[in-house]
């Protein structure tokens, strides 16, 4: 799926008419980390305004808001408010703009963007919002998509400025990258339950020479009706990476996935084994990503460590009264040999309501045997979402 995919509201105001929307995410966060004394414990709210203006002369706007409040007590480290003696919970207080586009569709088969924009790809694993903490991560950036051939999706950004999590505030983690990033995508649905991607992704991050990286790779997502009943899914994925600008490390390392999902009488089983490789000098790394996604929801692989890592995780979910349930584990080794990683159990359930309103109940268990510190997690969240 190209950038731009099934998590970015912008793709869906490309036609809309006139709207404004109000979102409201009220989040409770603990994390009981072992090599602190005091646990992390975050109440936020985050209230998030977004108008989409009517076209006119095939031009369009988009404007977004967001302000992210503590309720209570910052008994947390949000990397901002100097609670050092707790946890980190990366979501400091702040108002700023999240967007502000400018559309154009006067041109056949195409809608140009430029400006500040959530941009994601496929699953998020290279390119993403970071969408799971309050203060989303956008891009100032020009941007395209092209469906001029049958069955292809071309996209195309160039990235002046990555607007990170930590901000709108500076301070450390830095706030954003100066970038001078190329996003290439091209997608080809050979048929309703078969697709590739190809991708090309040149990260030049000023700010951060060593996650500035070239990443080539291709992706293939499948789907087959084994009866009426049953359903099989799969997913097949590679990319090399290498230096990139300024990176003073010269290296190569690969990624690799092979997934698959059955589903039966409403369960959906997952069983899935992920690799970036390490490499003596840097390993496999992928600076712009929803990270939270992926590897386990205590973060603990947010930059990949210098032996890579290999992910084997098994996951099953299905649905009751309503509400999405699912339980995963993940067993974590290091790519190059020694050893493990340690392990996670993450299980969430996720129940919408009344028509505008979500819970989500989350909580994560990472052992870490010879890495790290053990970490617990837990999560009560709460969406109300308004427009007219």
């Known amino acids: 799926m190209a950038i731009f995919a099934l998590a970015n509201p912008t793709r869906a105001a490309d036609s809309e008419p006139s709207k404004l929307d109000l979102n409201m995410r009220y989040r409770y966060e603990l994390v009981d980390q072992a090599d602190f004394e005091k646990n992390a414990n975050a109440s936020t709210l985050r209230t998030r305004l977004t108008y989409r203006s009517p076209d006119f002369a095939n031009f369009g706007v988009l404007i977004e ?7 209570g007590n910052e008994l947390y480290n949000s990397t901002r408010n100097g609670m050092t003696n707790r946890p980190v919970v990366a979501d400091p207080e702040g108002a700023d703009i999240n967007q502000a586009i400018i559309l154009y569709k006067g041109i056949k088969n195409t809608v140009l963007r430029a400006g500040r924009q959530r941009i994601t790809l496929d699953n998020h694993r290279f390119i993403g919002d970071v969408g799971w903490r309050q203060n989303d991560q956008t891009y100032d950036a020009f941007s395209l998509t092209n469906t001029s051939l049958a069955k292809t999706t071309f996209e195309y950004a160039y990235i ?7 901000g709108p505030d500076s301070g450390t983690p830095a706030a954003d990258f100066q970038s001078d990033s190329h996003i290439l995508n091209a997608k080809y649905v050979w048929s309703p339950n078969w697709d590739v991607t190809a ?6 991050l000023e700010d951060s020479s060593l996650s500035s990286n070239q990443t080539i790779g291709v992706r293939i997502n499948g789907r087959k009706d084994l009866s009426d009943r049953f359903a099989a899914r799969y997913t097949v994925e590679y990319a090399h990476q290498k230096n990139y600008a300024d990176n003073p490390n010269r290296y190569n390392a690969d990624y ?7 589903t039966a009488a409403g369960i959906t089983g997952k069983l899935g084994y992920e690799v970036l490789q390490g490499d003596p000098v840097q390993a496999f790394q992928t600076p712009l990503a929803t990270l939270h996604a992926f590897q386990g929801w205590t973060d603990k692989f947010l930059a990949t460590p210098a032996d890579g890592i290999e992910d084997l995780y098994v996951s ?12 995963a584990y993940h067993r974590f080794s290091r790519e190059l040999g020694g050893p493990d990683y340690g392990s996670e159990w993450n299980l969430v359930f996720k129940k919408p309501f009344a028509d505008r309103y979500s819970l989500v109940l989350k ?13 617990q997690k837990f999560w009560v969240m709460l969406t109300g979402k308004f427009g007219k």
Request: glycine share 8%; no cysteine; aromatic share 16%.
């Open 65 to 71: 808001f967001d302000d992210i409040r503590p309720i």
């Open 160 to 166: 002046d400025k990555v607007n990170r999590i930590f």
């Open 199 to 204: 991708y090309a992704y040149l990260l030049d």
């Open 256 to 262: 690799f996935l092979l997934e698959g999902a059955l």
């Open 316 to 327: 099953v979910g299905t649905k009751v009264h309503g509400a999405n349930v699912s339980l």
């Open 363 to 375: 909580y994560a268990d990472y052992d870490a045997r010879s890495f790290g510190a053990d970490t």
